[in-house]
């Protein structure tokens, strides 16, 4: 029995998320091919976290005694392992119990080596796991540290060490460490398995040492049902939705669900507003509770209110979430403004796909960093699916940017719940907002932290700032510990100039349209695609109204941005070949800011509301102020540098590289080459778009 492939998701979990086993083996000797193990020993690690009841020891019967040198240091005998199963009863047992798990160890290599020669010495099939050595980790971290022994290095991270040199033991402390040392790597810019993988070997390379066997282990990719992720709520809803008068009978309602088909109708409100709703299970209830009379009753004394809906523009998936979350099967379909407009049941979404409502769901419940960190994992598997069924990479950044909110919003909780049950509940009524592409609606996997809060009232320095300012900061260590890295440009709440009263904010986009320096332009580009995801949404839905209106009348500032957009360098050099930095070129750069800052030019500039860049350019050209073979090249091109930055991150996920918006086109086969060189030559349309000189 060998090791059992790992799931591809798991690799691409945050370090500090991470669920893994931990191996160490005792052996005959330190021959790795002529000498047989004694002992297996290993812990798990459950979300980043030790879990010492989780743990695996068995002796293994050698078959040949085991020399007296090997026994003074690990003090196993003969008589310890004469009962003992044969490796290959030990192997099988060891390995249900790994599962697909990843493999993560101190000095690996030679358990893994060792391991691979028994299995050649039984003549079992040797599949290798996905593993890391700490000690290679520890090796490229601290260079400097006298040795790389697993006692010096506890003690470097401050890790106690107990019993040593055996298998279990050893097992545990190895954990230890590297929990230890998940920090560290951290800081180094080494987040997730696939990278920890990938720089433990590198460290191998530069010593001049071979990989560990086992470093090439596979990993299995599970597909997810894509349509959930693929499709809106207005796809799919029931419309015009089916409604009764609350001072309706049953068997009327009964009788209206009947001849639709449905099993719902939505009860219309009373003076109040509230809508509610009427289910075949609620019929069925009233029946068993008050027999045949039941019919004859109104719909009030039965139906439920209010009602539970969602926006028609959101995903499937997130309705799935509603649904799971309350415990109920239909849903209402409502507007911003409380216009119902349709009804969606669980029967719906089973009837086209089902399962799609986990990733959601995981987001909503979970309860720390690290079970939030869980999610990017299965966000990047959807991603995969997505990309594989070739779904338009404005689909699947706009579920990513969705679960990035999500996820601010699910940090904002737990953080406001940390501070109330420390007896500092909120002062002033605030909101936080998620600014640039996340609240574009245009993330892909290699975002970080953009956000910013504003509360009502209070001073810099006040109480409510300084409330906000240590809300703020909770907020961003969480998302920084579950894969969402903070702001290099220190874009966060956390941060004075992006928490301020609504009149400071107030007279800060004055300033921003008033003097437009290269610092006013960047700031406000991001803040005018915000949007609000925790407290009080009043508040920031007002002063983006506001900025919105005073940007229209603002012609300085807006010919500034206009410029600004069309300022970008050229990636083409001589025969017209892209030019390359180690093999790459930045997409960002050269190809979506551009295409995004002149979408939102020419929104500001004709009031539209609209935060997406596709919808921005459809808006535009449907007013016929603009060029449309302009908007519709532009359009096409945002799409197909986006699809080509999701594909390399994706890939680069796989290989443990750090994301960027840099790609490789070299890598990519001829028709998405040329495709993403036609996108880089469609840039300039951005100044046809804002009527004014392109520079390059």
Not at 167 to 183: E, H, N, Q, T
Not at 206 to 232: L, M, Q
Not at 337 to 366: C, N, P
Not at 645 to 666: H, K, T
Request: with cysteine; charged share 25%; net charge negative.
């Amino acid at each position: 029995m060998t090791f059992i492939p790992s799931q591809d998701c798991g690799t691409r979990l945050p370090l500090g998320s991470l669920d893994a086993v931990f191996l160490d083996t005792e052996t005959t000797g330190l021959d790795p091919v002529r000498d047989h193990i004694i002992e297996f020993g290993a812990v798990r690690m459950v979300s980043g976290a030790v879990d010492d009841s989780d743990a695996f020891a068995a002796f293994v019967n050698p078959g040949k005694p085991i020399p007296a040198a090997s026994s003074l240091i690990h003090g196993i005998s003969d008589g310890d392992v004469s009962g003992a199963p044969g490796f290959p009863e030990a192997m099988a047992a060891f390995s249900a119990w790994v599962g697909p798990s990843l493999v993560i160890g101190f000095s690996v290599g030679f358990d893994l080596a060792v391991l691979k020669a028994e299995h050649r010495r039984h003549g079992l099939t040797w599949n290798a796991p996905r593993t890391v050595d700490v000690q290679d980790l520890v090796m490229a971290l601290a260079p400097d540290l006298p040795n790389w022994s697993l006692e010096t290095v506890a003690a470097w991270l401050g890790v106690e060490v107990g019993e040593r040199h055996r298998a279990k033991a050893d097992a545990v402390l190895s954990a230890r460490v590297f929990a230890g040392l998940v920090p560290e790597l951290r800081l180094h810019g080494i987040t997730t398995f696939s990278e920890a993988e990938r720089a433990a070997r590198q460290t191998r390379k530069r010593a001049g040492e071979s990989v560990a066997d086992g470093a090439a282990g596979t990993a299995t990719f599970t597909p997810v049902d894509s349509f959930p992720y693929r499709h809106r709520v207005r796809d799919i809803m029931r419309t015009p939705p089916q409604t009764v008068d609350p001072d309706a009978v049953l068997s009327r309602a009964l009788a209206l669900m009947a001849d639709r088909g449905s099993g719902s109708v939505l009860v219309s409100p009373r003076t109040d507003g509230i809508w509610g709703i009427l289910t075949e299970r609620d019929i069925l209830l009233a029946i068993h509770a008050d027999g045949p009379k039941a019919l004859g009753k109104r719909v009030t004394e039965y139906c439920s209110r209010p009602l539970v809906s969602v926006a028609p523009k959101e995903f499937v998936y997130r309705a799935q979430v509603a649904m799971s979350a309350k415990g109920i099967r239909h849903i209402g379909v409502a507007e911003e403004d409380g216009k119902i407009m349709g009804v969606l049941s669980i029967r719906d979404t089973v009837s086209h796909h089902a399962g799609g409502a986990a990733l959601g769901r995981e987001i909503d419940e979970a309860d720390s960093p690290a079970a939030l960190g869980r999610v990017w994992g299965r966000l990047s598997t959807v991603a995969d699916s997505l990309v594989m069924e070739s779904v338009d990479a404005r689909a699947v950044s706009a579920i990513i940017s969705r679960e990035l909110r999500a996820m601010t919003q699910r940090c904002c909780e737990l953080a406001e719940q940390e501070l109330s049950d420390a007896g500092e509940p909120a002062p002033v009524p605030f909101a936080m907002i998620v600014l640039g592409s996340g609240g574009r609606g245009e993330s892909l996997l290699a975002m970080d932290q953009d956000n910013a809060i504003v509360f009502r009232d209070g001073q810099p320095g006040g109480s409510a700032d300084n409330w906000c300012g240590k809300f703020g900061q909770r907020v961003a260590d969480m998302l920084d510990a579950a894969g969402v890295k903070y702001c290099t440009g220190g874009v966060m709440a956390s941060k004075p100039e992006w928490r301020m009263e609504l009149a400071g904010w107030m007279a800060r986009t004055e300033d921003w349209l008033a003097r437009t320096s290269p610092e006013d332009l960047l700031s406000s580009d991001i803040f005018f695609d915000a949007m609000p995801v925790h407290g009080d949404m009043r508040l920031a839905d007002g002063l983006r109204r506001s900025a919105i209106e005073r940007a229209g009348d603002a012609k300085p500032f807006l010919s500034r941005l206009a410029l600004k957009a069309a300022d970008f360098r050229s990636p083409f050099g001589w025969l017209n070949r892209l030019r390359l930095d180690h093999g790459r070129i930045d997409l960002k750069m050269h190809g979506l800011l551009p295409i995004v800052s002149a979408a939102r030019v020419a929104a500001l500039k004709h009031g539209i509301d609209s935060r997406s860049t596709a919808e921005r350019l459809r808006a535009v050209r449907e007013l016929g102020v603009v060029p449309k073979e302009a908007t519709d090249l532009l359009i096409a091109a945002h799409g197909v540098l986006l699809d080509a930055i999701l594909r390399q991150q994706l890939e680069d996920l796989r290989s443990g590289v750090a994301l960027s918006n840099s790609v490789g086109p070299e890598n990519m086969d001829a028709p998405r080459r040329q495709q993403l060189k036609w996108a880089l030559e469609q840039v300039p349309q951005v100044a046809n778009l804002l009527g004014v000189p392109v520079t390059v």
